[in-house]
């Protein structure tokens, strides 16, 4: 499985980001993909993750409310829309994917067997 993050970029305090993963060498119907970030000096944590069966996604408590994540079967690509931006969002965001056909997905780091490069997104005035 191979994962490719992109869409990352500068962006002042209150704007938006959509940022892409496209998968290869598997389907998204049998594959959870996680979005994880680590800032400067900090350890990577995770940010929200799909899973396979109903789409339901969960996020880390910091970006709820202001972060959506979906998927387009079709196009095997997943997609978190970030919005309401702050400086703390800044970080390395990365892709992570694991077999697992469920309606629930997990925010473990230690689930996820497939990583792909990161993609930086700065937010900055």
């Known amino acids: 499985v191979q994962l490719q993050a992109s869409g990352g970029g500068l962006v002042q305090p209150g704007g938006s980001l959509r940022l892409s993963c496209a998968v290869s060498g598997s389907t998204l119907d049998y594959t959870v993909i996680g979005w994880f970030r680590q800032a400067p000096g900090k350890e990577l944590e995770a940010v929200s993750c799909?899973?396979?069966?109903?789409?339901?996604?969960y996020f880390r408590d910091s970006v709820k409310g202001r972060t959506t994540m979906s998927r387009d079967n079709a196009k095997n690509t997943v997609y978190l829309e970030m919005n309401s931006l702050k400086p703390e969002d800044t970080a390395v965001y990365s892709c992570a994917a694991y077999h697992h056909r469920s309606p629930y997905c997990s925010l473990q780091m230690a689930d996820y067997k497939y990583w792909g490069q990161g993609t930086q997104v700065t937010v900055s005035s």
């Open positions: 799909i899973s396979t069966t109903d789409g339901g996604s």
